[in-house]
């Protein structure tokens, strides 16, 4: 079974720099779609970026030009690179994947990690 394990959120300062990371692993074949989510309290599950095949396809219209998504080498670790952090990108981010097509859709995901709380304040 495919496991995702999410790390580094914390808490920053408005305008300051965070990279969550996620790890991948106990797949046999290793999924074609990945995506990071976010929820606040109270809020939706929101999309923040989409890889489809290796190739980021869609950034969230509120965070595109800030984050930043990622690869290593052997492509077991996914990355979010954060940067100009606002009060509102505060949530709790949750590393997805899935073997369907890659979609801003929650429920085309069938992995998910527990999530790392993001924490920005004014």
């Known amino acids: 079974q495919v496991q995702l394990v999410e790390s580094g959120g914390s808490s920053v300062q408005a305008g300051g720099s965070l990279r969550l990371s996620c790890a991948v692993f106990?797949?046999?074949?290793?999924?074609?779609?990945m995506g990071w989510f976010r929820q606040a309290p109270g809020k939706g599950r929101e999309g923040v970026v989409l890889v489809n095949n290796d190739i980021p396809t869609t950034y969230g219209v509120s965070v595109k030009g800030r984050f930043t998504i990622s690869q290593d080498d052997n492509k077991n670790t996914l990355y979010l690179q954060m940067n100009s952090l606002k009060p509102e990108d505060s949530a709790m981010y949750y590393c997805a994947a899935t073997y369907a097509s890659c979609a801003f859709d929650p429920r085309a995901f069938d992995y998910w990690g527990q999530g790392t709380q993001v924490t920005v304040s004014s």
């Open positions: 106990g797949y046999m074949y290793r999924p074609y779609c």
